[in-house]
């Protein structure tokens, strides 16, 4: 069956094998570099290394259907194949962004012939996560059935992208993305490959390992840019930027590193690191994350992770927020960036944000319990005679301006839902709580 090239491409790509007649020369560097066993893969040695999963798996003989989560050119393509390779499998291909219900029933019916002839199949599912539920389900029976290895590849969260059936099935597996080291050795592959070093100063070679952003196929495409360019000295670092385009910083606004990136802004916040958290919030302005949404995830930081602690980190996210709407951006994006380290920088506490799921709670389990008599408002006689504002103390003419009254509805005990953290201006706060409750108590 025809090969369909992935949109993303992997570590060394999805490109069909060059024709034999080609020169060696005109396949790409990524593809001559293609690994021929297991263990040439780079920077997976979790699941190819000698104690690696999949080389455990294959040492059984019992290699189950997967699922291989990953970014970008980490060789999901690649380790597909060499499964089917060590496996004895036949290997076909297709892709969920081109293929259909006709073509998954095309490919299941060549399984079951093949299997009736002895021989079995790994179907490898490009980008699997783009099929819709219907479609996933088609691969329940071939799959329980043994009518197929099924090997999926996505760049999304299985949890969030897969039918729960299918995942039940399959065993996830997560490959990383590639490291320094990894690209490097990648760099030297190539490098010997083309039996000469890259034009590159040493401060270059790391910018261009970075410009790569852990996508092995990125860094092989732009080794080969650099050789084709044959340069007459050392480029560095300026040189290198005219020449090569930076790849984008992987960023969906609507996927799972739109939450990644929030979660890591708002943990370092209440971790209380400004540097790491300018830093979360600067790649997701690179990503393309409206500032809006920022600001309105650190208003809620304000109330949520500082609340009373300091009452102005309120204020200052209000400020910040509306200072973005007058100036937009690039201009407004200090604004946020400002928010971003007072937040960090002030005392933490989550008092107020505990204090009022409590109250709901209660609130709900409680029902529909009235207000005490003695705070109801008597505007009529007929609620005078009935009770309404009897008793009721009037605390500006108390002693500290503090009756002790309950304010509780009847038939419900008082409850603590609020309890101040200490620091910041809490602290003073809860020195004024248990002034009055001791006073409530003193007064009982």
Known sequence: MARTPSPDGDLFGDAAPAPAAAPRGAVPLAERLRPRALAEVIGQP???GPDGTLTRMLERGS?????????????????????????????????AVFSGVADLKRVFEEAARRRRTGARTLLFVDEIHRFNRAQQDGFLPVVEEGTITLVGATTENPSFELNGALLSRCQVLVLRRLDDDALELLLRRAEAEMARDLALTDAARAALRAMADGDGRAILN???????????????????????????????????????LISALHKSMRGSDPDAALYWYARMLAGG???????????????????????????QAI??????????????DLAIAQ??????????????????????????ATGS??????ILNAPTKLMKNLGYGAGYEYDHDSEEAFSGQTYFPDGMNRETFYRPAGRGAEQEIKRRLLHWAKLREDRA
């Open 289 to 315: 994350e409206d500032p809006r949404y920022i600001a309105r995830r650190l208003t809620r930081f304000a109330v949520e992770d500082i609340g009373l602690a300091d009452p102005a980190a309120l204020t």
């Open 339 to 364: 928010l971003v380290l007072y937040l960090a920088t002030a005392p933490k506490s989550n008092a107020a944000y505990r204090a009022f799921g409590a109250a709901r709670r209660a609130a709900q």
């Open 369 to 374: 319990l009235t207000p005490p008599a003695h």
């Open 222 to 260: 732009m080794a080969e840019q650099l050789f084709a360019a044959n340069p007459p000295a050392p480029l560095d670092e300026a040189a290198l930027a005219t020449l090569i385009a930076r790849r984008a910083a992987l960023y969906d606004r609507d996927r799972e590193e739109h939450y990644n």
């Open 46 to 48: 979790h699941l190819v």
């Open 63 to 95: 290699l189950a259907s997967l699922i291989l989560w990953g970014p970008p050119g980490v060789g999901k393509t690649t380790i597909a194949r060499l499964l089917a390779d060590r496996a004895g499998l036949v290997f076909v291909q297709i892709s």
């Open 319 to 332: 400020a910040a927020w509306e200072a973005y709407e007058r100036l937009g951006s690039p201009e407004g």
